[in-house]
């Protein structure tokens, strides 16, 4: 009789235990730091939206997951066209990664750097915020991530050292710096530039000991690398494509945290990539052009294109879109047009 009561006791006591495992007990499988990867680091919107991601996930699991960001693509060596391959194998937990340094694994990202097809933010939002995206991340999901939020590093204008460029004959015999998919060395040798592939840690001695004369990337790049002093005199705004930014998490790691804390870190995720998107469009629209002020007064010539002259370089580019559509997946190029067509 004892020893039974002695027993049911003990079961008791098991079962009130358990709740209490399983609520803090995952916690004993989590890693003591989860590593984030990104290109760029502050005071880059970038750098600050994963910063911002890393802080957030803390508060919202109350420490539990504490995130550290890798920036400079320091986990890949510098080579951020392998961010993505080493996220799939878990050398990463966590990244916010630009849709064109993914794209040599993921080809249909190259969508967003197809030449002239988003004319705006609208169009971009249309894109990451429909049905598009939705595709796109449920693409992703196949590859070993989750994908939680769409960010942004922008749109991309082109500057260099050498002279003012408004229409693509200026462009010829420029050595420019591309980012790692072939569709940049496609658009880029249609314009009769000369392009060179090199990542951006390879990309900032290279401007400044002239080996390369210009290269392209958004306003806020632009301003927060510095690149008014490496030479760079001369910015066109062309918008020819835009490079969104992803937030994703390694799948095994993601399945290893408890429900509450997926969502917490997807939550925080979507609020950060919030805040990031503003923060990289600050001061470049109409209403605010700060930013442009401010290159303005470092000494760089910019170049604002007219509509036609926009048009002289979305014709130039108009085979490689063609080629590129093709790859990407027509349908998916189909329905990315359609949306920006129907964009408010
Ligand atoms: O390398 C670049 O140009 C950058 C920083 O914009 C990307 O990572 C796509």
Redesign the pocket.
Known sequence: MKSLRALLAGLALAAMALPATFDSGAAADYKAEYKLST??GKPFPWGIGGDRWAELVKEKTNGRINVKMYPGSSLVNGD?TKEFTALRQGVIDMAVG?T??WSPQVKELNLFSLPFLMPDHKAMDALTQGAVGKQLFDLLGTKDVVPLAWGE?GF?EISNSKRAISKPEDLKGLKIRV?GSPLYLDTFTALGANPTQM??AD?QPALSTGAVDG?E??LA?FVAGKLPTLGQKHLTLWGYVA?PLIFVVNKEVWASWSKEDQEAVRAAAVQAATEEIAISRKGITAGDDSLLKDIATQGVEVVQLTPDQQKAFQGATKAVYEKWAKQIGPDLVKSAETSIAARK
């Open positions: 290109v760029l951020q630009s064109i340094n590093n991309r980012v990542s951006w990309a290269q990337n958004p790049v490079d």
